[in-house]
Nanobody, 125 residues
Framework: QAQVEESGGGLVQAGGSLRLSCTASGPTSESYAMGWFRQGPGKAREFVSAITWDSIATRYADSVKGRFTIFRGNGKNMVYLQMNGLKPDDTGVYYC??????????????????WGKGTQVTVSA
């Protein structure tokens, strides 16, 4: 059974930056495909970004392309989301999720098995 934990959220002004971190633990955590999702106030959870287990491929929602970057740390069980040029619309709870790397990354939240509890990101105007 894997565990996923996010950190790095906070309050930032529009135009600012934050870096979210995600750590997956478990017997095969270094082979997980990882994704970031977010849920704004009164909104459904939406896809933000994803990365394959080997970092060969990444995907981004159109709303964050060019501003956010997903990458892995030296340990493949750690994933980061660098967020630059933050906007008030980026406000929400950000969740990290993991799935078997053999299945590839996915843009759909129901395809992920393991989820963190979320970290709050608030962007003020």
């Amino acid at each position: 059974q894997a565990q996923v934990e996010e950190s790095g959220g906070g309050l930032v002004q529009a135009g600012g930056s934050l870096r979210l971190s995600c750590t997956a633990s478990g017997p095969t955590s270094e082979s997980y495909a990882m994704g970031w999702f977010r849920q704004g106030p009164g909104k459904a959870r939406e896809f933000v970004s994803a990365i394959t287990w080997d970092s060969i491929a990444t995907r981004y929602a159109d709303s964050v392309k060019g501003r956010f970057t997903i990458f892995r740390g030296n340990g493949k069980n750690m994933v980061y989301l660098q967020m630059n040029g933050l906007k008030p619309d980026d406000t929400g709870v950000y969740y990290c999720a993991a799935r078997s790397g053999f299945l590839g990354m996915s843009l759909t939240n129901r395809d992920y098995i393991y989820w963190g509890k979320g970290t709050q990101v608030t962007v003020s105007a």
